[in-house]
């Protein structure tokens, strides 16, 4: 069965850092695109960034570049999301989901195959 298991969400204060993690136990992890999303409270569910299975295309939503930036391991099945700069609207929980075709990740719909249980980040100001 698999599992995808963030890990690293925590509070911060604005201007801050923090790494979120995200284990999969996909056996062929590297044929996975893996993306980050997160909602915060009263608000739909929003992409943050994505990386292809290989690790060498990654996309950002506009609110995180230059702040965020997405990469993996494809020996410890794992994928990261180094937060620097954070702001207060940063908050949410945050979801690491994977699927086998990039654009799907990318556009963000429910339509992934895998999705986490989350991991929260409270951000304060």
């Known amino acids: 069965q698999v599992q995808l298991v963030e890990s690293g969400g925590g509070l911060v204060q604005a201007g801050g850092s923090l790494r979120l993690a995200c284990a999969a136990s996909?056996?062929?992890?590297?044929?996975?695109?893996m993306g980050w999303f997160r909602q915060a409270p009263g608000k739909e569910r929003e992409f943050v960034a994505a990386?292809?299975?290989?690790?060498?295309?990654?996309d950002y939503a506009d609110s995180v570049k230059g702040r965020f930036t997405i990469s993996r391991d494809n020996v410890k099945n794992t994928v990261y999301l180094q937060m620097n700069s954070l702001k207060p609207e940063d908050t949410a929980v945050y979801y690491c989901?994977?699927?086998?075709?990039?654009?799907?990740?990318?556009?963000?719909?429910?339509?992934?195959?895998?999705w986490g249980k989350g991991t929260l980040v409270t951000v304060s100001s």
């Open positions: 989901a994977a699927d086998r075709d990039y654009s799907t990740v990318k556009s963000g719909t429910g339509g992934m195959d895998y």
């Open positions: 990386i292809s299975g290989s690790g060498r295309i990654t």
């Open positions: 996909i056996r062929t992890f590297n044929t996975y695109h």
